[in-house]
C-alpha cells in the first residue's frame, strides 16, 4: 500500500466508504493481509492529537485477502471545526499497518494515508425566536432584530433576509 492523500466533503454522511486499501505482497500467507490503524494526527502539520475523535474513522474487511475499506466511522467532518482553527485545510495523517500471515513469521508494513476536509456551503441556520407584539401598533414598529438569531459558520459569508410576500395569515 501506498502512501496516498484523499479528499472527503465535509458533511460526508458516517460509514461511507472512503477508499479502497489494497496491500501489496508477494507473500501474504493463506489469511492474506490485515490492516490495522496504527496512529492518527491532525493538521497539515500533523501537529495535533485525535485523542477523543478514536471512533472517527474505521477499517472493514472485503472477500478480497488483500484488501480493506477505509471508512468515515461515527462522526461528521466539518470544514469549519474549531480545533482547526487557523490550521486549514482540517487534515488527519493515519498511520496504518499492514501484517501478512506468512508462516513462520508474519512481515509487517506501514503506510500513510492523509485525509484532507474540503468545503462545501453550508445553509444559515436560525434559532428559535419569538417576538410579542402588542396590538394596534403603527405600520414599520420595530418587532425584533432577526440578525441576533441567525448564523452562518461559512467563513466571510454574510446573512440577507428578504421579506416572502406570498404567505398569508
Not at 493515519?94 to 513469521?105: A, E, G, I, N, W
Not at 445553509?123 to 417576538?131: G, K, L, R, V
Amino acid at each position: 500500500f501506498a502512501d496516498r492523500t484523499i479528499y472527503v466533503a465535509e458533511h460526508t454522511p458516517s460509514w461511507t466508504n472512503l477508499t479502497l486499501l489494497v496491500a501489496d505482497d508477494d507473500d501474504p500467507g493463506a489469511d492474506g493481509v490485515r490492516f490495522s490503524l496504527q496512529n492518527c494526527k491532525a493538521g497539515p502539520n500533523a501537529t495535533l492529537s485525535c485523542v477523543d475523535r478514536d471512533d472517527m474513522f474505521v477499517l472493514t474487511g472485503t472477500r478480497s485477502p488483500v484488501e480493506s475499506w477505509f471508512k468515515l466511522g461515527e462522526s461528521e467532518l466539518n470544514y469549519e471545526d474549531p480545533v482547526f482553527e487557523g490550521l486549514l485545510p482540517p487534515t488527519f495523517v493515519l498511520t496504518l499497518k499492514m501484517t501478512d500471515s506468512y508462516d513462520p513469521v508474519p512481515m509487517s508494513g506501514f503506510g500513510e494515508l492523509r485525509v484532507v476536509v474540503t468545503d462545501e456551503p453550508d445553509s444559515p441556520t436560525f434559532s428559535d425566536s419569538a417576538y410579542a407584539v402588542d396590538e394596534a401598533q403603527d405600520a414599520g414598529v420595530l418587532v425584533g432584530d432577526l440578525s441576533t438569531h441567525a448564523a452562518d459558520e461559512d467563513a466571510g459569508s454574510s446573512i440577507t433576509f428578504a421579506l416572502d410576500r406570498s404567505l398569508t395569515f
